[in-house]
């Protein structure tokens, strides 16, 4: 029996003992609630090794927690938190399921001592965005209780960006600052390896249909970024993207062969990627290029990267809640000869985020049961 006041550890399926690894979320935005979910859903099953201990955000009001509680709990794309969810302001404490997640206000990263809370060796998931390079992000592992740090954004400079499924076999002991890239580049890149892996890509241009951002304006106004400033519900929005060119990142192959471009949409959650690409050797038919991505979708190493439909009936509500990286629209896919355009959906908030997490077991090096088994 697991008992969930036990702090470090958990009973796996044989009765052994299984070392829990703490991990602090910095922000607790779109991505950072989604993680929690993940997480604390991960927690109720035996054998757990990642512990949500401690969420880091700013004080916004005095029932700062009561609103944070209610965000986790009910969610407008999402749906209701599966299990119960408990203040205690007292403590700065919101219990999930009986887990308690302390809440640690702080506007500065160099002020919080983990280990007054009892945090040890903690995962420290950033999910601001705030800072994207080594210096900024070393402002967190200084800290004491924190031993490594997660972005769940683009790092920049020389920073690791890991694509789950992908490229996690260059992370190695010595790495103290990763970056789990975007939610384009996750989606993106394990379908170009495939292609690349079986049919080679020479270049090749990458469009993302993308679900509005809290980055955007609800009504026309004031905003830094070209654009942005323009009402996100009331219009299609022509913005920049990196996620091509971030993808080199994870397969240094494709360095230079990809370009790319976005449209925000005015949907709030499941975005499209269509990958068109020219490539090495002619991909034969649409039905043999489908036939390639469905057997990797049943049971090849990317299997929970990449989903297959191949539904008629099938639009973007339809993949809120996947927990592939990306789902190949078969019916909508393009041969002629040596070009194919794939057209790619993906949940850019929960599919991403589970993403995050399998970089976060693989920190620990454990990884969730997957069905079917390899």
Request: proline share 4%; hydrophobic share 40%.
């Amino acid at each position: 029996m697991w008992l969930p006041e036990q702090v470090g550890a958990s009973v796996g399926k044989k009765g052994e003992t299984v070392k829990q690894q703490d991990v602090v979320l910095y922000g607790f935005g779109r991505i950072g609630r989604l993680l929690a979910r993940i997480l604390l859903e991960r927690s109720s099953s035996l054998g757990a090794n990642l512990r949500l201990r401690a969420v880091v955000v700013r004080k916004n009001t005095e029932n700062d927690l009561e609103k944070r509680a209610s965000l986790l709990a009910r969610d407008s794309v999402h749906g209701p938190f599966k299990g119960t969810i408990k203040v205690d302001a007292e403590n700065d404490t919101i219990i999930a399921n009986g887990l308690p997640v302390r809440f640690i206000y702080s506007s500065d990263p160099t002020t919080v001592d983990y280990t007054e809370y009892g945090i040890e060796d903690a995962l420290l998931v950033d999910n601001t965005g705030r800072w994207r390079d080594v210096p900024g992000l070393t402002q967190h592992l200084e800290r004491p209780g924190i031993s490594r740090v997660l972005l769940t954004a683009p790092g920049k400079g020389d920073m690791k960006n890991i694509v789950f499924g992908v490229n996690d076999n260059i992370i190695t002991d010595d790495d103290k600052i990763l970056s789990a890239a975007s939610c384009t580049t996750n989606a993106i890149t394990p379908a170009l390896k495939v292609l690349d892996d079986v049919y080679g890509v020479e270049r090749g241009h990458v469009e993302t249909v993308h679900a509005f951002t809290n980055d955007q304006n609800l009504i026309d106004n004031f905003h830094k970024g070209d654009r942005r400033g323009r009402s996100a519900v009331l219009n299609m929005v022509i913005t920049e993207t990196g996620a091509a060119r971030a993808v080199s990142k994870a397969l240094p192959q494709l360095e230079g062969k990809l370009t790319g471009n976005a449209i925000r949409v005015p949907t709030p959650d499941v975005s499209m990627a269509i990958l068109n690409v020219k490539l090495a050797k002619p991909a034969g038919s649409k039905d043999e290029l489908n036939e390639v991505f469905r057997q990797v979708a049943l049971k090849g190493e990317l299997r929970r990267q990449i989903g297959y439909s191949d539904s008629h009936e099938a639009v973007s509500t339809d993949f809120v809640g996947s927990r592939n990286a990306g789902v190949v629209d078969a019916l909508a896919t393009v041969v002629t000869d040596d070009s194919a355009i794939l057209y790619v959906w993906y949940d850019n908030e929960f599919g991403y985020s589970c993403q995050v997490v399998r970089v976060l077991e693989r920190l620990v090096g454990e990884e969730a049961p997957s069905y079917p088994a390899q």
